[in-house]
């Protein structure tokens, strides 16, 4: 597998189409934890990148993905706007020049992000955030990949990992974000960002 | 959802357009961002206060724009951090090469976006600091979480950290009163009815007609309980049980009450809760010096209310009391 | 009914006691009665001025009392005109032998409790004088009915009269600038939802979930008819169109605009709506020379606005523009 | 028929107990088209009345009439506080000094009373007022006297005359009092006050 930028900006129109049609999904969850406009933000940002990017030729998908983080920072404000923006900006540091990358890029891409809204953020995996989707979708690549799966199920394993983690917030206590004013009544409740996160794996498997 | 708004998504662009207006002698807009800044910025050789958070809070933070507290404020959309480029630009407006404060709620997503807005101005060579505002006791403090809320003992450090800067005070010495504000005041609220984002069209918590939400925060969010609505007497007994409970006070101490209505709670109810502030505040010995009681930093149309109890040494007292010549607040 | 109270017999009590518990630097109350008055009152020389009618309606008239605005405030029951007895306490505590204007608000209740307190204090020496403020267009004018009521701009009464007080002027002088207020003021409100007087604990109008109220009064009278909401542009033309009809401007005039909450609407609704008043006055090349946007003369709980134009000529801006330092007024 | 001063008082308590029985009716009569008090004022003055008289032993009808008014008056606030309060005392000054009272001294009174409440509040018959119940009251009084009815029917006829007015006030236009602000749309509904005022004329037709 090796995707160029074309297929890249491809995937962001179709997770900028997931989101409006999971906006009312993502607000939701958020209202019962958050302040409930996580799927209002996600839509907003995204539909902003689609915008963004169309008809565009840009063929390094460092840029793409620099473009992309650089206007979820100016479009989303709240919690997801600096951290969806952090990410995609490191992951496109990460594969800077590039005109096509392959699984090894995306593994090294995913931790760049990782790393990234864990810096950004000041919060680890089990704090009932977006990390708790994103961390097991890192490690099952990574396994998947000195597994030496097929790129295809390489995305799988992360999709599925990432829903795995997205099942496991429901189970623990939010210590980050505004669902941690709630405290032990946050437990029962699905991180709205960790779902976000896998949606954008589960496309990225979906579309490749 | 009834409101007088034009459409969702243009409520903020049409208020700040109401309030310059509103307060033309006041205020200025920054051409194509939602920054309010003081007309005359930036003001030589003074620092500069630039605040800001989601809207849906008014008058915070555009109504505190004017001489004696801020310099900037920066509306995000209703109950959502502004994104980094706006906080960036009120900067770059109202900076003299003073230095600029900013007085950040503790928000995970104000945080972040201040902190970008911080590095892209330091890049750009601004001197830039910040404080951030934790007032409410209904949320826990631990190193490991995100922390408490900042709720309307922000807008106590608006005043004396605004006072402080007008005296012509370095950014070290504006920040180091800010958060000596910061460290001695404590809030907590309550919610009659919820409220309704206008982009999500319906309420984040309900409550039955005989209900109401201890401890919720300022964007809907919900409290640390549900109770039977009690008197007012009650009601406050609990705010400020947490409150003092959090705080080290002791007879003979000082502090400044600030009663603040989230919205649809008319002056008349805050007067009824701030005369039980007082008699608690009596009770313990502890000499109320200054109250202040209205909306200072709202929730949409929620009704409820917020008691803030703000400690005062001499420095204070006096920042407190300086001139302040802004839209919502005037000295 | 959802509301911060201890019992709707105390409410006025209560209400009273928390203000003057935040306000003591600027208003004391009457004992046994349900007065506030300026902390210094009589004032030597100066034409005192007096205002009330039923509470309910805070800041109005207790939050006006102060520097430049008022010397007393009586507070009936919840929108309930207060007897005569305590208007009369009123006059004898503020009355510094220049006289006392009274400034009532048109309601058949109030004019009847205030003349039978002027008689009172006529009959003990006092030299007692009144303004009937009629400003809401919603009702017809005829001198066969009760006429107009008044509603938000009276504030403006009370700050312009206030100010002329100030200058030392007589009781004749103050009462014609006081009237020349009134000739020159026009108000019309709406409301979203009605609202509930404590003791009857039910509302007397009601409104379905995409219905407002036009023209209806500030203490919960039904207004002229109910409409399906619209946007905020719409309603303040539909406002500013009966308001204008009503008075004679001409382009090149001068106004002063007041945007005024009934409660439960926030301010940023109030500044959308401001932003459409200026835009109607631009457009008929009116000029704006103060605005004023909050909450001035309130319905309990309701959420709604009304919107006061004040034509003014010299002598109106420069007592508009006077000092006032009351706990609901500063300038 | 001649009452004393014991009888007067007696009534009072009997009038109180009525506004008390009758508040909510009152208040939703004004509801509709006033400000949803009237119940609540009268019932609050007429208490205060009971209360001021409660083991009074005064025999001047004069000086316990005044007392009724100026009680009124200092405790209702509104607009029935002055009217009603206006009416009982321009009523106790007819018959100052008097310790028994006949019927032509009742006329004499109901005729002080009615022009007591026109000069106070400036309203005429027909504006949609008590004055609706009252002076067709005054009216039937004075006719039934001139044909020489016995007391307890005179009472009858101004018991009657008041209801009839009563219902008439919802045929017509209020001019004055917070009614009028709805002009045409306050036909329909029927005046509290001229409501509480037949209320008062049932009372002493029943209790004589
Ligand atoms: N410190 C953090 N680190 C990582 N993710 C976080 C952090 N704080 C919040 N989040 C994520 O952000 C999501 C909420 O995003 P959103 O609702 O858009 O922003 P806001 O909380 O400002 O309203 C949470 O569900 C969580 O997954
Ligand atoms: N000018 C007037 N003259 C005679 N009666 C009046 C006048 N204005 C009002 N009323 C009477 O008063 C009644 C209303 O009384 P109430 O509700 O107690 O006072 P308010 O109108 O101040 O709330 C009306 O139903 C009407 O009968
Ligand atoms: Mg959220
Ligand atoms: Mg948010
Ligand atoms: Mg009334
Ligand atoms: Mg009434």
Redesign the interface.
Known sequence: MSINGHKVINIMDKIADAMEENKLYLTELDAAIGDGDHGLNMSKGFQAVKEKLKEDEETNIGEILKKTGMTLVSNVGGASGPLYGTAFMKAGMEVNGKEEINIADFERMLKAALDGIKLRGKAERNDKTMIDAIEPALNAVSNAIRQELSPKDVLKAAADAANEGVAFTKEIVARKGRASYLGERSIGHQDPGATSSALIFDIIYKEL | M??????PEQ?VE??????I???PDYVRKLDGYHVLVRKNSPINGKVALVSGG???H??AHG?YVGTGMLDGAVA??V???????PIYEAMKAVDSGAGVLLVVKN???DI??F??AKEMAEMEGIKVDYVVVNDDV???NST???GR?GIAGTIFVHKIAGAKAETGASLEEVKEVAQKTVDHVRSMGMA??PCI?P??GKA??TLK?NE?EIGM?I????G?HKEF?Q???E?TEQLMKKILEDMQLAEGDEVAVM?NGL?????????????KV?EILFQKGIK?YK???G?YM?S??M???SVSILKLDNELKELLDAAADTPAL?V
């Open positions: 009834k409101k007088l708004i034009n459409s409520v049409d208020m700040l357009q109401g309030m207006l509103a307060h989601g809207s849906g008014e008058p109504g995000g959309d109950f959502t951090s502004p994104t980094p480029d928000y995970t997503g972040m976006n902190e970008m209904s949320v826990e490991y979480t995100a809320r009659l009815t984002v982009a999500a984040n918590f007609e109401m925060g964007h809907g969010e919900p640390t609505i008197t007012a007497d009601v009663v919205a649809a709670t008319p002056l008349m109810e805050l007067y009824i809760v701030n005369k007082h109320v109250t202040m009681v909306e709202t949409l149309e009704a409820g209310c005037k």
